[in-house]
């Protein structure tokens, strides 16, 4: 399997921006996909592809990858953004997915 | 709209079998492969099964090969997970997620809601 980690948690102020990291060996070769789960809920997709956006979530969301770091950044924080955000890759290889451990993003 | 609905969670002892079920609509069910993915409670997310599109290729995680069994059924637009010797980390809520693919990247969109299964004596 191939190995994605995320910071277990972290916090922004309303307003501000928050950066989500998610570290593999060389995660800049692969697609990276991002979801992020409130309380209680289903993942939702918000970042496909690295940084494409399906259609209905906020411009706010952006996506980049490169090297071993792939990054989701949330612009202009709300209070309704506090969740978990969980990236994934597909693990050509053994032809599976891969998730990274998620983040806890609070928003203070 | 695109949607998911899972249905046949629920309490089982250890050893014990229970079958899940996910109703999609909305979209054209047989042009996508399907997946299982679950999470134990408080924990993160775990692929679990997948499903080609005709279902003629199946795939599965370690942790659950050899007792767990995906399928599907296009006429009736339906995902199925057939779980056996369930064991008390099987205990989890299980999503159904419609694959999305285009190579060599795949995604999963939309999720159903999820179905609680807890294996426990």
């Known amino acids: 399997s191939y190995v994605l980690t995320q910071p277990p948690s972290a916090s922004v102020a309303p307003g501000q921006t928050a950066r989500i990291t998610c570290e593999g060996y060389n995660v800049g070769s692969k697609s990276v996909h991002w979801y992020q789960q409130k309380p209680g809920q289903a993942p939702v997709l918000v970042v496909h592809d690295d940084s494409d956006r399906p259609s209905g979530i906020p411009e706010r969301f952006s996506g980049s990858n490169s090297g071993n770091t792939a990054t989701l950044t949330i612009s202009r924080v709300e209070a309704g953004d506090e969740a978990d955000f969980y990236c994934?890759?597909?693990?050509?290889?053994?032809?599976?997915?891969?998730f990274g451990g998620g983040t806890k993003l609070t928003v203070l | 709209q695109v949607q998911l609905v899972e249905s046949g969670g629920g309490l089982v002892k250890p050893g014990g079998s229970l079958r899940l079920s996910c109703a999609a609509s909305?979209?054209?069910?047989?042009?996508?492969?399907m997946t299982w993915i679950r999470q134990a409670p408080g924990k993160g997310l775990e692929w679990v099964s997948y499903i080609s599109s005709g279902a003629s290729t199946t795939y599965y995680a370690d942790s659950v090969k050899g007792r767990f069994t995906i399928s599907r059924d296009n006429a009736k637009n339906s995902l199925y997970l057939q779980m056996n010797s369930l064991r008390a980390e099987d205990t989890a809520v299980y999503y159904c997620?419609?694959?999305?693919?285009?190579?060599?990247?795949?995604?999963?969109?939309?999720w159903g809601q999820g179905t609680l299964v807890t294996v426990s004596s």
């Open positions: 994934q890759v597909w693990d050509s290889s053994s032809d599976h997915p891969d």
């Open positions: 909305g979209f054209t069910f047989s042009d996508y492969y």
């Open positions: 997620a419609r694959r999305v693919a285009d190579y060599p990247s795949n995604w999963f969109d939309p």
